[in-house]
Structure formats: structure tokens, C-alpha cells
């Protein structure tokens, strides 16, 4: 593949030693094989942990696992460390970088999501390197994009490279690591495991096989594995493989076999891709079966379909939309406030005048602006 825009996201463990300080042969050798990248005609955006671990190994100070503020101070440590080195290796190539730190409320509101695209777009015409990382001295909490049976934990790089390949459209996300790729069985509980080459469906049995977390990262295979499904179900190609195989990133560009490929499923527009997963619901709305039914069918969401509220948001928000049985099935932008939509609930069109003395529009969620979460039963 050539003239692609990638993420290439690289973890914790693959930018240090067993001690926990940077691994500079390591570093090297992957800004070199970007820098490759780059000369072939690619647009790079590298979204690197490491922080916490350099700001631990330059204290030298033995970490509680439980103390968040102390590893918030470690990444304000270790993050000017982490740059000062990319920014000397990438010198090397000839090659300029940007750091770009981001919070959850960077992509879950609106136009400071457009903007984080924007400027990115603008580092990217520039023929600069972003180099991402998350505001761990801001930033802790979690959000939960639409995705089911688990929560998507934004302190983790590993959905932070998804992210950011929505937001920008990406053409192929590529998770480097210590591990080789997904293997058939948990290698560190049993012999033999075998890397699985192609995946098209998250199964159950894989995310079974995938528990467990690193030493370092925050992460771990089943992170990795989330990630993965949002790129898929977003229509984005992911590939999770070792680092430190050498020549990886260039032979994955290449589109030689490394690691576990996983293949899209779907398909999103940008809107679609932000109601998705870069949002956070700042409500919800419970609606009746038949609203249900015909949202699912493709209408969009009228007032009569409402039956209550909850939460408080305004205009412009996203908001989680459930049916008689409380179970999420969508999620969209409204037209209304949730004082509003209080006062119409329940109501036809031609009475929300009535009661507002205006109407803004007729649907209180356009169809067009809604995701409808995985599949229903």
C-alpha cells in the first residue's frame, strides 16, 4: 500500500528495558522504520506510550500500583524525556515532530474534536510527525463509547490510536508491542499457542483468550482486542504485531503476513464514527417498542416515541437512547435540551408548539445523526 495515512501506536513495553528505563536501540530502530515510512510516501501519526514509565525510571522511586496522582506525576516527568529523545531521533531523518496531548474531553465535545482533526491535518500537509500521547496529568477518568458488553477505558493508548483513526479516517491502524500477535490460546497459561493470522469476528472464545494485562502499559491483549473491534466495526483495518521483529512496521506496509490482521467489518461516516465512540452520552432517553422499531428500521426519533429522561444535556449532545426494557440500542445528537424534551415527551408534532411555542424541528434525533449500537435482538 503506498500514500496511506497510519497510525502506528506503540506501547510501554516496547520502548523500555526490563528495568523500566527507555530502551534508545529500541526508540531508534522504530523512528527509523517511520522515517522509512515517510520517505515512501506514507503519513505517519505515532501515538506513543511510555511516559509513566520513564518519569518512574527517572525518579527512581519504586511505584505504588494504586497511586494514581504519583504515576500522574511520573508522566509529567517522563513526558518531556519521551519527546527530547523523539525529537533527536527523528532529527536524524531529517524529519520535525509535534506532540499532541490529548483528554477524553478533546473528542467527546464537538468542536474540540474538529479542531484536534484540523490541527492534525494541518502537522500532517506540513510533513510533521505527530506524536500522541493522552494528558495523564488531566486526565483519568473513563468514557464509554458505543461498543457492547465492555467499557472502553480512554487511559489506554491502545483505544486512543482507534480514536484518532476515526477522527482523521485513517487507512490502517498498527498496534506494535511485545507480543507477536493474537494467539489461539493465552501463551502464558499454556504451551503451544499459535499466532491467529486473520480475524474477521470478535468471538466471545477470543476475548477469553485474550485476559490478562502487562507489567508496565496500562494495557494488555484484551485492551488490544477492544481496540481492534472499534476499528473494525468503524471499517478500519488493524494490525497488532512485535516491534521488535525486525523491519515490522515496513513489512506490514509492504502487506506481507506479520502478526494478526484483523478486517474490517463495517462502515461509518465521520459523523457516525464520533456518535460511535468519541462522544460520551451526556443522557439518556428511554423510548417506547414502537419508537424502537422504527428507528431500527430507519426513521428518526420523534417526540410521541419518548417515554422519559434522564441526565441533564443540551443541544448539540449525544445521548444514549434506550428502549422499555432500559437496554441502550443507539445513541445520537438532539435537537432539544433535556428541560425540553421533558415538556414534549410523549407529545405528536403538531403539539410541541403548544407547549414550547416553537419548534425547533420536527425530530427530536435525526436519523442521520444516530448509530445504532451493534445488533439487536
Known sequence: MMGKLVIVKIGTSSLTKSDGNLDLDAMRELTSQIAEAVKRGHQIILVTSGAIASGIAELGVKPNPNDIVFKQACAAVGQGILMAHYRELFKQHG???????????????????????????????????????????????????????????????????????????????????????????????????????????????????????????????????????????????????????KNVLIDILEGKKVGTYFKPTGKMSGIEKWIAYGAGAKGQIKVNEGAKQAILKGASLLAAGIESISGQFKIGDVVSITGPDGKEFARGIVNYSSEEINLIKGLKTTQIKKVLGYIRRKEVIVRKLMHIVGEVN
Do not use: W
Not at 515532530?97 to 479542531?115: F, G, W
Not at 458505543?146 to 486512543?160: E, G, P
Not at 490510536?161 to 476515526?166: D, E, F, G, K
Open 95 to 245: 524529519l520535525k515532530i509535534a506532540q499532541v496531548l490529548l483528554t477524553k474531553e478533546d473528542l467527546a465535545n464537538r468542536i474540540s474534536y474538529v479542531h484536534t482533526c484540523n490541527v492534525l491535518d494541518k502537522l500532517l500537509s506540513l510533513g510533521v510527525v505527530p506524536v500522541i500521547n493522552e494528558n495523564d496529568v488531566t486526565s483519568v477518568d473513563e468514557i464509554m463509547p458505543i461498543t457492547r458488553k465492555y467499557k472502553v477505558n480512554f487511559s489506554d493508548n491502545d483505544i486512543l490510536s482507534v480514536l484518532i483513526a476515526n477522527a482523521v479516517q485513517a487507512d490502517l491502524v498498527i498496534i506494535l508491542s511485545n507480543i507477536d500477535g493474537l494467539c489461539d490460546v493465552n501463551p502464558s497459561r499454556k504451551k503451544g499457542a499459535r499466532v491467529i493470522p486473520i480475524v474477521e469476528k470478535i468471538t466471545p472464545e477470543l476475548k477469553e483468550i485474550a485476559e490478562g494485562k502487562s507489567t508496565l502499559g496500562r494495557g494488555g491483549m484484551k485492551t488490544k482486542l477492544e481496540a481492534a473491534e472499534i476499528a473494525m466495526q468503524s471499517g478500519i483495518p488493524l494490525v497488532i504485531a512485535n516491534s521488535r521483529r
